[in-house]
């Protein structure tokens, strides 16, 4: 439980986070047993929690509560990664994090193959060998073909699905391999 560990750092005693909070007492004792969950308790009461230990209050839910971002959104995010921090840190600070492994295990599979997907790229236009460790994962493909929301939007706009056909035949191998339609990641603002 992340308030025991930080507990411990700051070596305060559960009465004296409830001094300190105005929580009361048994309310601090259920969460630190993990008899009430953190996730569950009122917004009133997480910031009286974190403003005592002098934490933000999301790292006091983090670990147990997964904010599943919109698919383009996290598109978005992994573009502008790879932007703020260049190729080569972009490689080396998802792979040390193990973030795709996370993601998969997660059940973001489409995120989790995405962000392989701009691995991949990413290494293949530096002349870097692909890290092997993710070849199981390299096999797996979406179910349905996944299209840029611009894609659907111009389909509406022409009243035809060629925009997807062109999308397809301009998409980035990487991605399409998953079946992820995706063509360009550099233009990003």
Request: net charge positive.
């Amino acid at each position: 439980m992340i308030i025991n560990i930080i507990l411990e750092q700051k070596k305060m005693t559960k009465y004296r986070l409830a001094k300190l909070s105005e929580v009361p007492q048994t309310t601090v004792i259920d969460i630190c047993s993990g008899k009430a969950k953190l996730e569950n308790c009122s917004s009133s009461t997480l910031y009286k929690l974190a403003k005592a230990l002098e934490v933000p209050m999301e790292s006091l839910i983090a670990n147990s509560v997964d904010v599943r971002p919109n698919f383009e959104i996290f598109k978005s995010h992994t573009c502008h990664k790879v932007k703020n921090l260049g190729d080569m840190d972009f490689i080396i600070t998802t792979l040390e994090a193990g973030e795709i492994l996370k993601l998969y295990h997660q059940q973001w599979h489409l995120e989790s193959l995405y962000l392989l997907a701009m691995v991949d790229y990413v290494s293949r236009e530096n002349d870097l060998p692909f890290c092997t460790n993710y070849n199981s994962l390299r096999k797996m493909r979406s179910k349905k073909t996944v299209y840029p929301m611009s894609v659907h939007a111009r389909c509406i706009v022409c009243g035809n699905d060629r925009p997807k056909q062109e999308s397809i035949a301009a998409a980035i191998p990487e991605f399409i391999r998953h079946n992820i339609v995706e063509a360009d990641v550099r233009n990003v603002y």
